[in-house]
């Protein structure tokens, strides 16, 4: 069976796309520790993402790079934060957390209520400032 991250990327289960290209895919994580928490996927499935090969796992690296930098474009922050854990879902993922102090980044916290028409703006300006170059 299809992880849920493929079911997104496959468009069976509707996401917050935030940006894409041919190998992978950002949208916004609809638990999110903060405004603009963000999911980068290979669009490929693979279970953990120190099994992907050297070559796959750089260009997921400079994506993910890209990703954050439009993040901290659209979203009030000193930096952006990268955080991998890979045990929630079985599909490589790298979460980008935009953070103002080191709690921002602490995934037992509450996670925010943002209503559909929230999470919809935001993604909207972090995917207007993404750029593929």
């Known amino acids: 069976m ?3 991250f493929t079911m997104i990327v496959q468009g069976e289960i509707p996401s917050y796309k935030v940006a894409e290209d041919e190998n992978f895919y950002a949208f916004l994580d609809i638990n999110p520790i903060v405004e603009g928490h963000t999911l980068v996927i290979p669009k490929k499935e693979i279970d953990y993402i120190f099994d992907m090969p050297d070559n796959e796992l750089a260009a997921f690296s400079i994506f993910a790079k890209k990703v954050a930098l439009a993040i901290q474009k659209s979203v009030p922050c000193k930096r952006i934060g990268e955080c991998v854990m890979g045990l929630e879902v079985p599909h490589a993922h ?9 709690g921002d980044m602490n995934f037992r916290k509450e996670k ?11 993604a909207t300006r972090i995917a207007a400032n993404f750029t593929h170059k």
Do not use: F
């Not at 925010?112 to 929230?118: A, V």
């Open 2 to 4: 299809a992880s849920i």
């Open 94 to 102: 790298i979460h980008l957390i935009p953070l103002n102090n080191e």
């Open 112 to 122: 925010l209520q943002l209503s559909p028409e929230q999470m919809k703006e935001i």
